[in-house]
């Protein structure tokens, strides 16, 4: 049998971590390292546990009295105006909220050059296991750009990271460097402060659903969904989809119902290639009189959206560029999805 820590450790045990965590960032701050990273990341996965629980947390009222700007049928603001109140009152009129430079251009090239140096290092790390296997590929420079990440016993990852591969995309977990980088950009944005105050606890990520995207031009369907088909319903999320592209014109964008739905509409009927994903049909009687959209995402822009929202990936053989992208899906711990790995902001 487990022993179950007493209080008083759990307590040492949480003031221990969270004091880490402090100090890893700070340090890694003044002097990037490998070592300092991964680290970081297992101590934000163990941390969760030791989470306060958050006793009739909810997510933020919306702001009252909002007049949304719509653009391509969805509501829109610009990065300085944002608040927690704007989100969920855009979230609940239209479903989503699309911010105009979220990040600036010199944010959204560093991004982009840290997918490009992951993309590349998880080649050289299929090579090292070949050649050399994992010690020696945990001493070479590239390994702070990839390093599998593995979780705590008790939670799996399944076949996910293939999945990924096969999908022209990386769990930015799996990047001990772009990861740091992505959290610091949200702490200095006070992107992490935002969700906290929507969410009404600090928020934590899921590993699984953190994604660095690298999608090549191509032309083609892709499968309509809303994330709580396979999440659950009964959770509170805030997804930050970042595009580092010129998305929904040359490069691949999103296809998004441009209205508010409250349930998780039906899946795996014809048409649909996966039990949970949704038909093209229903996805059009979904959006009703607001329609289905395609928005141009300039770099730096983000779509704001929960798990109810319905979309897919949109691409065209017209394109021409690839799309890079950056999702992040953030939830309350009180209300954490099974399946997924937490890593706590």
């Not at 759990?10 to 402090?22: G, M, N, P, T, V």
């Not at 289905?292 to 691409?315: C, E, K, S, W, Y």
Request: aromatic content about 8%.
């Amino acid at each position: 049998m487990a022993r179950i820590p007493k209080p008083g450790r759990r307590r040492r045990e949480a003031r221990s971590l969270f004091r880490e965590l402090d100090e890893l960032t700070t340090a890694n701050r003044t002097a990037a390292d490998p070592q300092k990273e991964r680290r970081l990341l297992r101590v934000r996965h163990r941390a969760f546990e030791h989470l306060k629980p958050a006793n009739g947390a909810h997510e933020v009222a919306p702001a009252e009295g909002v007049e949304h700007r719509l653009e391509q049928g969805l509501p829109v603001a610009d990065a300085a105006e944002l608040s927690a109140g704007q989100v969920r009152a855009a979230i609940l009129d239209h479903g989503s909220l699309h911010v105009r430079g979220l990040i600036d251009t010199e944010l959204v090239e560093r991004l982009k050059a840290g997918i490009d140096h992951t993309f590349d290092a998880s080649v050289a790390y299929g090579e090292s296991q070949e050649n050399g296997g994992e010690d020696a590929w945990s001493g070479q420079p590239e390994a702070a750009w990839y390093q599998p990440f593995r979780p705590l016993p008790g939670y799996s990852l399944g076949g996910g990271r293939n999945w990924n591969r096969n999908n022209t995309a990386i769990w930015a977990a799996d990047s001990p460097r772009l990861m740091f980088e992505l959290i610091e950009s949200f702490d200095r944005l006070g992107l992490s402060d935002l969700v906290g105050t929507y969410l009404g606890e600090r928020p934590a990520i899921s590993m699984n659903k953190t994604v660095l995207r690298r999608v090549p031009p191509r032309g083609g369907g892709a499968d309509w969904h809303q994330d709580g088909a396979f999440l659950g319903d009964d959770i509170r999320s805030l997804n930050v989809w970042l595009s580092l592209s010129d998305c929904g014109v040359t490069a691949p964008g999103m296809d998004i119902v441009a209205r508010r739905l409250d349930e998780i509409v039906p899946t795996g009927t014809d048409g649909a290639n996966f039990d949970w994903s949704v038909a093209p049909d229903v996805a059009e009687r979904a959006a009703g009189a607001a329609g289905i959209v395609r928005p141009h995402f300039q770099p730096g822009d983000a779509l704001l959206f929960d798990h109810l929202n319905l979309h897919r990936t949109a691409a065209e053989e017209t394109m021409t560029d690839p799309r890079y992208a950056v999702e992040t899906w953030f939830f309350a711990p009180s209300s954490y999805p099974d399946g997924q790995v937490p890593i706590v902001l």
